[in-house]
Every structure is written in C-alpha cells, then in structure tokens.
C-alpha cells in the first residue's frame, strides 16, 4: 500500500529478473526449518525467467504470482485456479493490458501497479493469503474509477450471496460526481479454502476534499450505528480510509486507518483504544524491529517515521460502547530499510518473536521474483502487528507484486540521528 509521501522513485528492470539461486544466495537469512513443522520452507530460490516476455499482459503476471503464492501457503490446486481466475475477472481489462505499456494511474503501489499481496500469520496455522486490487485500474477519471469498483463488488455480492446495504449507505459519500484522489475503491479477498474469497472493500475520505475527510468518517460511522466510534479515534494525521467486511465474516468490521507523521516507538503503543489489546513492551518491540530502531545509550525516540508515515488501524464490531474491538499498527518497512534482504530479516525476526512459522513467506518471495533480494527495496513494503478482541495476535507482511518497477536500494542504513526532530 503506498499510503505515503516518501520518495517512490522507481527503475525499469532489465529483462533478466536474476539467476537460479539468487534469492537463496543472500547473506543473513539461509533456508531454515522449524523444529516439530511437518515441512520445512523451499529453498530460496526458482528458476529464472524473463521479466517481461513478449506479449506478456498484468494479467497473466498477477495471476502466476496468485498460483505460486497459494501454493507456498498451502491451498490445493482446484482453489489455487479458481483464485487465479477470480482475480483476473476483478482486474476486468486492466488484466489484458500488456506490461510494456507504461502503468496508468494508481496510488497503490509504489510501481503504480493496482495490486498487493500479503500474508497473514497467526501461531500454530497456516497463514492467510489476500491480495488488495483496484477494479477501476485504467479508467479514464476517477469517478469512472469508482463506478467500476462498484460494479464489480455488486456482481460479486450476486456471485457469493452477500449483500452490499453497509456500502450502498455511503455511496453519496464515498462516491461524488466529481472526486478527489488519490484512489476511488479498492478491494480486498482473503483466499481462504474452498473457492469462495472474503472480500474487503476500501474507500476515500478525501473523496469530497482533503478538509472535509473528518466529516465525512464521521457521518459514515454514523450511518451504520457507530455513533460513538469517531470520539475514539486517537489524534492522527489524516484519514487514509474507511474499510468494510462484506459477506460471510463471523464479525464484520468497520475500520478506519490514520497516518501518523513522525511516529516513534515511544508513541506507538498510546495509539491503540482497544481494551485488552497489545501491551506497550509488544508495540515497542514490534516498531523497533520492524523499523530497524536501535537506539543509543539515553535516545528514548529513537527513529522517527518521518520519510512515510506510520499507520494505525481502529476495527469496529459493536456500535453499544463505541470503542475499538482491534487495533492494528503498520510499519512501512521499505523506507527504513537499505534491501529487502534486511526487510526479511525483520519479518522473520517478528515471526520468531510470535512464534509463527516461516516457511510461507520464504517461499513467497520466490514465487513473486528470481532478484536478488539486496537488488532492491519494497518487495516487502509493510510489516503490520493486529490485534483484535477474543482471537490471537497476528503479523502481516505485505508483499509487492513489482509488475512495472523495481525500487533501488537504499544507500545507507536508516539513521536514527537523522530523523530526531
């Protein structure tokens, strides 16, 4: 999710993606194997291919990376192909639009291509695969943006049996004659086992103006019965969006994600609202890995999100108290690391730290690129830690699909004495 103002600058990368091995030769992270796991992960690495061979469409590239990514989390074939063909039917005809035509407008990625994968990890299961797409890609304004991801989101209510009145009660929001960006709707499906996705839809604030956002979570969280929810809320930024659970959810959510500009550890765990949530010594923790924070001898801030800002989610479930019931806090972790090899190395890092296994996501890298992992920054573009009442802590990684673009390294480690204010 590019949810920043941070430098996205990008380079075209050569036709050659890398070299059999690459990703396993990286120095730091070998292969590893979890004691008691049934399996280990695949070794680090596949068979080159070309990056963009000839004729090859958006399309065709998300939905290999679908397959191999279903595949390293364990679904079984049959739901792997239905997945693949559920998200080349979401992407419409941006999924036939060839990859050496330059990318149209998105604020998705940093590429500007109109989707991302991530991994959801919780202990002892395997993790949940989603991936986070915009319909609407390639339509000719924003506006028409909209009206196409709302299509596509109404036909799949009527493909899956849900029903969409929570969304329709914040179309004249949501959805004005004349938007402003930076994105109309986006959706989200959680593959899960058996075929039929979870779906998420995501929407923006600012649709009637950066100054009116505010309002307008406001009157949204009011509609469905949250009346008390926006006095919640801690001090944030600006409202990034609102985001809605539609369909077969146990308890569906109604969240709203804010940035925080500047964020250090010592702030982060005072931005959650949600009783029984994480602790502070978990927040802090969690910042300081997934952030690379390694503060000196008296340095209490230490780094500061100051190059992308971090983000907090606040997930809604009963509108009674007017409380959160989940709290989430997203690192963008490619700003702040030099490689995606160091990025790894936090996500694991993390993963350990909770007991989760590894596996799934060291055989995911491979199955989205051959590069060599120090060859770039963003392929793991957010670290996230979630929390959500009656149900066990959760790490997410969110993993580029990099179809346009590969972002270059770091020149150097990020500095916490750079970035104190």
């Not at 998300?62 to 693949?84: F, H, N, P, T």
């Not at 991936?131 to 339509?139: F, K």
């Not at 927040?283 to 800002?309: E, I, M, S, W, Y």
């Not at 392929?379 to 346009?404: D, F, N």
Request: aromatic share 6%; charged share 25%; with cysteine.
């Amino acid at each position: 999710m590019d949810h920043g103002s941070a430098d996205a600058t990008v380079v075209r990368p050569t036709a050659d993606a890398g070299s059999p091995g690459s990703l396993g030769s990286r120095r730091g992270v070998p292969p590893r194997r979890r004691s008691g796991a049934a399996e280990g992960p695949a070794p680090l690495s596949r068979p080159a291919e070309p990056r963009t061979p000839a004729g090859e469409t958006l399309g065709g590239h998300a939905a290999r990376q679908a397959l191999r990514l279903c595949e390293a989390v364990g679904l079984d074939g049959a739901d792997s192909a239905a997945y693949a063909r559920i998200l080349l039917e979401a992407m419409g005809p941006a999924a036939a639009r060839p990859l050496d035509l330059p990318p149209a407008a998105s604020s998705l990625a940093d590429d500007r291509s109109p989707l991302e994968f991530s991994l959801s990890f919780v202990p002892d299961a395997a993790p949940t695969l989603r991936v986070l797409l915009e319909p609407g890609y390639g339509a000719g304004s924003l506006a028409e943006n909209g009206r196409t991801g709302l299509r596509v989101i109404r036909a799949m209510a009527r493909r899956w049996g849900f029903d969409t009145h929570r969304l329709d009660a914040w179309e004249d929001l949501f959805f004005p004659p004349d938007p402003e960006g930076p994105l109309a709707l986006w959706c989200a499906l959680e593959l899960l086992p058996g075929g039929v996705p979870r779906v998420k839809v995501y929407v923006n604030p600012a649709a009637s103006g950066q100054e009116r956002s505010a309002a307008t979570v406001r009157e949204a969280l009011h509609r469905l019965g949250h009346r008390k929810a926006f006095t919640a809320l801690p001090p944030g930024d600006r409202h990034l969006f609102l985001a809605l659970d539609l369909g077969d959810w146990q308890e569906p959510r109604v969240k709203v994600y804010l940035a925080h500009e500047g964020l250090s550890a010592a702030q982060a765990p005072g931005l959650s609202r949600t009783e029984g949530g994480p602790g502070r010594t978990e927040v802090t923790r969690f910042f300081r890995t997934a952030a690379g924070d390694t503060p000196g001898a008296g340095d209490l801030d230490g780094v500061r999100l100051d190059r992308r800002p971090g983000i907090s989610c606040h997930a809604f479930t009963e509108t009674r108290t007017g409380r959160p019931t989940g709290f989430t806090l997203h690192v963008p972790v490619r700003d702040y690391a030099r490689h995606d090899g160091e990025a790894l190395d936090r996500a694991l890092a993390l993963l350990d730290g909770q007991g989760m296994d590894p596996g799934p996501l060291l055989r995911a890298l491979p199955a989205l690129t051959s590069r060599p992992l120090h060859e770039g920054v963003g392929l793991i573009a957010y670290l996230a830690l979630v929390h959500q009442e009656g149900r066990p802590p959760r790490v997410t990684a969110y993993l580029s699909s990099e179809a346009y673009a590969v972002r270059p390294p770091a020149d150097a480690p990020y500095s916490s004495a750079s970035s104190r204010r």
